[in-house]
Structure formats: C-alpha cells, structure tokens
T-cell receptor, first 111, second 112 residues
Framework: QKEVEQNSGPLSVPEGAIASLNCTYS??????FFWYRQYSGKSPELIMS????GDKEDGRFTAQLNKASQYVSLLIRDSQPSDSATYLC???????????FGAGTRLTVKP | IAGITQAPTSQILAAGRRMTLRCTQD?????MYWYRQDLGLGLRLIHY???????GKGEVPDGYSVSRANTDDFPLTLASAVPSQTSVYFC???????????FGSGTRLTVV
C-alpha cells in the first residue's frame, strides 16, 4: 500500500461544477496535510494546508480532513478551465523533512 | 521577486559525467529539499537540509550528494550520471517541515 494514495484520473468536470479530489494516507500519526496544484510542465504550487479535522475554506477551494478515516479531500467550487491541472496530495507525518506526496490526480474542466 | 531559482532549466548529459544542479532561495527558509519527479512515481525525496550546515538522505539518495554551506544555496551533485537519473528535478524550501513547500521551476535532465 502506498503511503499517500490518489486516484490518478483523469477527472473531468464541466465548467461551473464542483470538482472533488480525494486522498488517503497510511500513517495514522500524520499531522500536516497539503494540496498542491501542478500545471503541465510546471512546478507544484501550494494551494491549501490543513492541520485539524474538519473543513478549511479559501476562496473556491475547500480542504476537508478526517483523521479517523485517514482521508483528506479538496473541493473546487465553480470549476474553471484554468483549474485544469494535476493536484498533488501531500502528508507530513511528523512535521519534519518527511513530506510524502501522492502521484496526483489529473483534473480537466471542460468549457 | 522572492522565491527559488534553479539552474539550468534543462540539460542533456553524457553518462559518466559529473553535473551540479543549482538551487538558490531568497526567502530565508531554514529547510531545503531536492525531489525528482518521474511519470507514475510522483515526487520522491533525494536529500534534504533542515538548516545550514546539516543534510540528510531521503528516499532515493544513491548517486547524489548535496551540501548546505549557507541558508540560501543547496546544490545537488551527480558524481557520475547514469541514464536512470533522467528525470525532472525540483528544489523546494520551507520555513520548517511543518509548513508547505515552495518549489523552484525545475531542471529537466536527460542522461544519454
């Protein structure tokens, strides 16, 4: 079992819809959780961080964390074609240099 | 503009040659990292440094070395390149490990 698992996609949603990206992790003691967006040929860009159970909202993005289920998700409301990218889930079990990345989910938002 | 600068942007390298990938940050971040990204394998940590003067091995350190003489610079050296080191290399930094990372623009390396 991979430490951080994501559905590779592609996930396709129409413009204006809600895109839901999911991630599970294996280390129960994980403390820090992140979502990065990576456009094709570009570097990852941090878009959300979440540290405690529940929801965290930032603009059109909402991160959801459920530590009991070892599950973290990213919701993108009112999806735009410019949201088309690969989204990487990352987990840092001990808040040190041990960040583990999922392989990413490719999202396509169709006009 | 604050951020991380990597050089070169891309490189084709003959097997057996030595190569240093450069990484410089101006955010005064304590921690710096080198990752490689390969299709289907995602980002894998090569080496890290929690603070100037210290370094550590990540998931895939073999064939690579790093140094951290000061806060800003974190070069990655391939002593004798092999084709399996063909990859995209990203340098990243963070205030501490608890924070998310800022990534450089990457170096695309092809070893032939």
């Amino acid at each position: 079992q991979k430490e951080v698992e994501q559905n590779s996609g592609p996930l396709s949603v129409p413009e204006g819809a809600i895109a839901s990206l999911n991630c599970t992790y294996s280390d129960r003691v994980s403390q820090s959780f992140f979502w990065y967006r990576q456009y094709s040929g570009k570097s990852p860009e941090l878009i959300m961080s979440i540290y405690s159970n529940g929801d965290k909202e930032d603009g059109r993005f909402t991160a959801q964390l459920n530590k009991a289920s070892q599950y973290v998700s990213l919701l993108i409301r009112d999806s735009q074609p410019s949201d088309s990218a690969t989204y990487l889930c990352a987990v840092n079990p001990n808040n040190n240099n041990d960040m583990r990345f999922g392989a990413g989910t490719r999202l396509t938002v169709k006009p | 503009i604050a951020g991380i600068t990597q050089a070169p942007t891309s490189q084709i390298l003959a097997a057996g040659r030595r190569m240093t990938l450069r990484c410089t940050q101006d955010m005064r971040h304590n921690a710096m990292y080198w990752y490689r990204q390969d299709l289907g394998l995602g980002l894998r940590l090569i080496h890290y440094s929690n603070t100037a003067g210290t370094t550590g091995k990540g998931e895939v350190p073999d064939g690579y070395s790093v140094s951290r003489a000061n806060t800003d610079d974190f070069p990655l050296t391939l002593a004798s390149a092999v084709p399996s080191q063909t990859s995209v290399y990203f340098c990243a930094s963070s205030r501490t490990g608890a924070y998310g990372y800022t990534f450089g623009s990457g170096t695309r390396l092809t070893v032939v």
